[in-house]
């Protein structure tokens, strides 16, 4: 049975902060429940990431733009014949409360910026083995205090991060769904074609090609070189069948 590998890869910076975001929450996420030392610093360095790219232009205003953009799509598309309405309707309620909740949270990972262990732990990320228990005895204590104050005090972090997840995730869902996967052929392992305007490129690949993409290019135009995993032994074959979507 064929297995199949989706790579995604930004045309603009925006989209390629978002797509950012999106990993570092999953990473928050899947490393919530905190026991020791490892799972700390995963969970740490991840917020610290985070907040590093929080600090980068004006993400709420540009999230917010999207909100409205994907809201004006979804108004054409109420207009064309054959369209559940419903759907459409659903879609739009949903936006507009991402759009309220984004609007009425404070200034996007402020919990996270203001809090003393975060910071504390962020500022000695940077030095190797910093996060020692006599380089930070405070979060060495902090992983011996019960279960549950912990569970509690991390789920304050990301309860604080729900307005921003909530509305990325509804923006990503919809430009990936905007896609359709099509069939191409690159030769000798090279593919370009116009971007239309896209912000993202989707590509699957079938896992025992042993090969991954190499993309270049913006929301007109772009390039794919197509290389193998072993780049001693492997090779391109001429002909390269995939799947491509531009959303």
Partial sequence: MSTTVLFEYPLNEKMRT??????LLKQLSASQNIVDHLGALTFFR???????VFERGELRTEIL???ERQQQKLRSWAELP???ITLVNALSSDLRKRN???????RMGQALREDRMIGLVRQRLSIPGGCCSFDLPTLHIWLHVEQSVRDRQVSKWLGSLEPIRA?????LDLIRQ???FRNHTSLNGFFQDNAESSDLLRLQLKLEDSL????SGHKSRYAIRFLPLDSENGEVPARLDFELACC
Wanted: no cysteine; aromatic share 8%.
């Fill in 178 to 180: 905007a896609g359709i």
């Fill in 212 to 215: 991954y993409p190499q993309v």
């Fill in 65 to 67: 733009k999207e909100l």
């Fill in 167 to 171: 509305a990325l995730t509804t923006i």
């Fill in 82 to 84: 054959g369209v559940d």
């Fill in 46 to 52: 991840n917020a610290a990431e985070l907040l590093d």
């Fill in 100 to 106: 309220d909740a984004l609007m009425a949270a404070p």
């Fill in 18 to 23: 978002w797509l950012r975001i999106e990993f």
